[in-house]
Structure formats: structure tokens, C-alpha cells
């Protein structure tokens, strides 16, 4: 499965390269997730907000099972395209998931504590 839509990966990439131009301004913006990523055999949830087309870098919120230490940061795709579990299973797209804002999604996930 393909972690991003043509869609999603074109509001990723148009996401970065609005902050990109206004990074340090205060145009900058927070955005909401747009794709949840998780590892489907192991631990591991990745709400996507930002994708940087030249290197596949992203931003967003992770959570590796510890909701503590659960924290916004930059992500590597193709690390997570490598992960590779049980029987072959790795990091899926969540197909129902909608977006929604970043500050949501911090609050669901330090409510679990």
C-alpha cells in the first residue's frame, strides 16, 4: 500500500512549501495532519502534516507506544517504508482516517496517559 494519495501527498508537499516560505514570520503555520501512518505489526503511529518532496522528510507527531514521550519532529519515509514485521507487514495508511488538528491529535494522545 502506498502511504500517501496522490491527493494527500500533494497537500504535504504544498503544506512544507507554504512554511518553507514563510519560516520565522508569522505567516509560518501549524498545520492539521493530514495522513495517519501506523506500523501495523508493531509499535508506532505517525501523523503526517508535512512532506518534503526532495529528501521525503516529513513532519508531524509520533507516538512510539509512549504516549509521555510521544513528541513533533521529522520523519524519514522511506525509514518507515522499510519497517518490516511479521509475515512481512509494515507501516500502513490509515484509509479512514480525515484530518484534523495537529493540537487534536497531541491532546488524544497525552489524554491516554
Known sequence: MKLFTKAQKDKLVSN???NKEHAGTEKEKS???VVKLFNSVGVG???ISELDPNTNIAFGYANLNDP???ELGYVDIAELERIKGWGGLGV???KFFSP???QKVIDQVKSSL
Open 45 to 47: 503511529t505517525w501523523w
Open 31 to 33: 498545520f492539521s495532519a
Open 16 to 18: 512544507f512549501n507554504y
Open 92 to 94: 500502513e495508511r490509515d
Open 100 to 102: 484534523v488538528p495537529m
Open 68 to 70: 509521555m514521550n510521544a
